[in-house]
């Protein structure tokens, strides 16, 4: 690579340039198409990995060895002997406040580049809303506790089951069969009737939708602590929910009172 438009690359990375040098480095780059732009940043990373052993994910080989490559030429291009091999196009060598600023810059370059990797790389995904209620079924103190169907037409072929623990506060509903409903019409949403309020209150656990086909599954967002959960409801209400239902359309219900006894 030419060496001005090399030195121009570096202080671009980590010093900055100002309008002039950015001009030069555009026109130099115009006269070399096969420049490679990111081969800083790409050393920035092998920088960053060779310092950081504890880095929680593992590049592929293939890409480190692309990145120990690079490092490997981009060093030995900047050496004291080839360095001293040339004379400098500016004719004298940085000052060296700009040289450590340069090394500052490589560290910032390789940190940055380094959370790009690990962002861009695939993770471990967590467990499914499937995965969390079978969970807390086994859970000591859970309850699970079949849906039978509430009167209102929504809910008469459903199928499925909701699983709640009162000392986690955590549940989750499944359903098979429970009707689609339109988002900008109405919306389902949960009762929790506790123990420790008077019926007429029950706790708000939430408002969902349900798209067609097949099983579906939804964690329960109680607005309320519930000391003791005694009978599941859902109901058919107005888009975003309603304090007060008027159990008017109930699709589903789940006792666990009944299932207990």
Known sequence: ???????????????????????????????????????LARVAAEVALSGLPDVPTQLPPALRGRLEADAASFFAAASPESTSARPSARGAAPPPRRRWLAGAGWLAAAAGWLLVVFLAWPQAEGPTLAQQARRLAEAPGSVRVAWTAGGDATGSAVRGDVVWSDARQEGYMRFEGLVANDPTREQYQLWIFDASREA???VDGGVFD??????????????LPVDRATLFAVTVERPGGVVVSSRERIAVLASVEEAEG
């Open 1 to 39: 690579m030419n060496e001005r438009l090399h030195e121009l690359l570096a202080d671009e990375a980590t010093v900055g340039l100002d309008a002039s040098e950015q001009a030069e480095l555009e026109a130099l780059l115009a006269r070399h198409p096969d420049a490679d732009r990111d081969a």
């Open 200 to 202: 007429a209150h029950p």
């Open 210 to 223: 349900v798209a067609e086909g097949g099983e579906v599954i939804v964690p329960i967002r109680a607005h």
